[in-house]
T-cell receptor, first 114, second 113 residues
Framework: ETGVTQTPRHLVMGMTNKKSLKCEQHLGHNAMYWYKQSAKKPLELMFVYSLEERVENNSVPSRFSPECPNSSHLFLHLHTLQPEDSALYLC?????????????FGQGTRLTVV | QKEVEQNSGPLSVPEGAIASLNCTYSDRGSQSFFWYRQYSGKSPELIMFIYSNGDKEDGRFTAQLNKASQYVSLLIRDSQPSDSATYLCAVPSYAGNNRKLIWGLGTSLAVNP
């Protein structure tokens, strides 16, 4: 496998459910990111991990909980979400966390909260 | 609040024409600038980056940077229907102690055959 892979591609969950999004990168990068993309809004950076250490938490509600067990894997654990959390969640990786190099994106998880 | 502004469009051009996409940014300290293309239902992919004032050409794409005026533009020559997508401008900016990418809303481009 190559690039950045996200699973699942689509997810429908109730407000009381707990689910996790998974991201895996095969590029040997040291930084990984979670972004939220909603209609009519710019890409919103949620979390940044550099060398498995969280370096950015962009005021994200605690119902979103990231986990980075190693430099190739990133998870986003979801619980008690709200309908306004419905969006496309994109994982990305880059060589480092300094934002001066290209970010490679996964195909995203389309999340619908009902 | 650091910002990146783009016209949302849609920008419609005929096939073979030049498409011009503009982006302005507020952080004077920004040093590098990225253009990503996002097809409908797909994820963003990098098409150009530029660090220095002036023009940078890559095939049919030219990025133009003017740091004094705080704008960066993307020109697409000989536009093709396959260029129809949303073009996102991204600018690294310091927020607190960390650097983060600030994204524009994107400009939707439609190239008509």
């Amino acid at each position: 496998e190559t690039g950045v892979t996200q699973t699942p591609r689509h997810l429908v969950m109730g407000m009381t459910n707990k689910k996790s999004l998974k991201c895996e990168q095969h590029l040997g990068h040291n930084a990984m990111y979670w972004y939220k993309q909603s209609a009519k809004k710019p890409l919103e950076l949620m979390f940044v991990y550099s060398l498995e250490e969280r370096v950015e938490n962009n005021s994200v509600p605690s119902r979103f909980s990231p986990e980075c067990p190693n430099s190739s894997h990133l998870f986003l654990h979801l619980h008690t979400l709200q309908p306004e959390d419905s969006a496309l969640y994109l994982c990305a990786s880059s060589q480092d966390g300094q934002m001066n190099t290209e970010a490679f994106f996964g195909q995203g998880t389309r999340l619908t909260v009902v | 609040q650091k910002e990146v502004e783009q016209n949302s469009g849609p920008l419609s051009v005929p096939e073979g024409a030049i498409a011009s996409l503009n982006c302005t940014y507020s952080d004077r300290g920004s040093q590098s600038f990225f253009w990503y293309r996002q097809y409908s239902g797909k994820s963003p992919e990098l098409i150009m980056f530029i660090y220095s004032n002036g023009d940078k050409e890559d095939g049919r794409f030219t990025a133009q940077l003017n740091k004094a005026s705080q704008y960066v533009s993307l020109l697409i020559r000989d536009s093709q229907p396959s260029d129809s997508a949303t073009y996102l401008c991204a600018v690294p900016s310091y927020a607190g102690n960390n650097r983060k990418l600030i994204w524009g809303l994107g400009t939707s481009l439609a190239v008509n055959p």
